[in-house]
């Protein structure tokens, strides 16, 4: 009988990697650096709310949630709430949809 028939099959989601996989848990956030000065008040707003809207994406994917139309409102602010983010805005639950619309 060959070696390979003796050997168990693995099944499906069982991971045939030799070495196991180090992932970044904890997860530490990246330092922040201080943003440039004298833009207007709306660039920072805008740009807090993408960088918000982007950290929700990256969130909303990593649950499995990887359509827009998967995303509603409320689907998103209790994924805030799970990673320890306020509540998102009606605006910004609009911008997490359009993140996961344009990414593929």
């Known amino acids: 009988m060959p070696a390979a028939a003796l050997k168990p099959k693995p099944s499906r989601t069982q991971s045939t990697a030799q070495h196991p996989v180090l992932f970044d ?7 922040k650096r201080p943003l440039p000065a004298g833009r207007p008040r709306e660039w920072y ?9 982007m950290r929700l994406a ?3 994917l990593d649950s499995g949630v990887y359509l827009p139309a998967q995303a509603r409102d409320d689907k998103i602010r209790s994924t ?18 359009a993140f996961m619309r344009y990414s593929r």
């Open 45 to 53: 707003v805008a740009h807090n709310r993408r960088l918000k809207a």
């Open 80 to 97: 805030a709430e799970e990673i320890g983010m306020r509540p998102p805005s009606d605006t910004t639950c609009r911008m997490v949809r």
């Open 25 to 31: 848990s904890p997860y530490e956030p990246v330092i």
């Open 58 to 60: 990256i969130a909303l």
